[in-house]
């Protein structure tokens, strides 16, 4: 996680360190990894997978309302997401 850290610091509009910031966290820390996926959401709206993990670490908040939205989102921009048999991340 230090190392994400030292990369957001050095490189602070890169997506990948944000999204990939937001996977490693969603389970410890689900707060963290909504703001996370909103940063990457910010910098890179169209990237697959960014408001799948928005979504989900709102859902581990409860937080349904915003959760169905982002996942929405996720489902119009990516419909293959409804009958994939495959997992994102």
């Known amino acids: 996680m230090d190392w994400f850290n030292i990369?957001?610091?050095?490189?602070?509009y890169q997506e990948f360190v944000y999204s990939n910031l937001g996977w490693l966290?969603?389970?410890?820390?689900p707060k963290a990894a909504t703001e996370a996926f909103r940063q990457a959401a910010q910098l890179v709206?169209?990237?697959?997978g960014v408001f799948y993990g928005l979504g989900m670490s709102l859902l581990f908040q409860a937080r349904m309302d915003v959760a169905i939205e982002a996942l929405a989102?996720?489902?119009?921009?990516?419909?293959?997401?409804?009958?994939?048999t495959r997992?994102?991340?």
């Open 7 to 12: 990369a957001r610091t050095s490189a602070p």
């Open 25 to 29: 966290q969603l389970n410890t820390n």
């Open 45 to 48: 709206p169209a990237k697959r």
């Open 73 to 84: 989102l996720e489902v119009a921009r990516d419909p293959i997401v409804l009958t994939s």
């Open 87 to 89: 997992r994102l991340k």
